[in-house]
């Protein structure tokens, strides 16, 4: 896909944008073989290739570029679910030459899954709002999960457990 290119980042590789996107636009589309519990060990470094897609589900790595979007404490992009695609979209205008970064947060529980296991990442993303250490969608401040909600980049599992809480 020529509108995107993999780059250098901060930590590594990153995604970066060949042309401008507008707020709303696909991007990429997030592929790779679906997981289970059994298959992942949330700790190992291919597991960073990993998006928890329900409770007790994952998607895998594809090798493409899809596996390289970083997290990002203030995100240009997020990621929305239709009927039968994950699709990296935009949260709002993307400049040529810019990383695409969604928060990891969104779609994370890991704490439904992963037999309890306590997901953190540390982040050194560079945003003013950094929140250094990165956790699952629960602990996100209030004003920010609602925020997430409303672009509706947040999957449905993740709310359903959020109305048990
Ligand atoms: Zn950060």
Not at 42 to 58: F, L, S, V, W
Request: net charge positive.
């Amino acid at each position: 896909m020529l509108d995107l290119c993999l780059g250098n980042s901060k930590n590594g590789k990153g995604v970066f944008a060949n042309k401008n996107f507008k707020r709303g636009d696909s991007i990429l589309q997030f592929e790779g073989k679906i997981l289970d519990d059994n298959d992942i060990e949330i700790d190992t470094y291919e597991d960073e290739y990993c998006i928890q897609i329900g409770k007790r589900a994952y998607l895998g790595p594809s090798g493409k570029l899809d596996d390289f979007v970083n997290h990002s404490c203030s995100p240009n992009c997020g990621i929305k679910k239709t009927k039968e695609k994950l699709l990296l979209v935009a949260l709002r205008t993307i400049k040529k030459s810019e990383e695409l970064a969604f928060d990891y947060s969104t779609w994370a529980d890991y704490s439904t899954s992963m037999k309890g296991h306590l997901w953190k990442m540390h982040c050194n993303c560079g945003s003013k709002n950094c929140r250094r250490i990165i956790k699952d969608f629960r602990y996100l401040p209030a004003a920010l999960k609602k925020k997430y909600i409303k672009s509706g980049i947040v999957p449905n599992y993740i709310l359903e457990n959020l109305r048990k809480l």
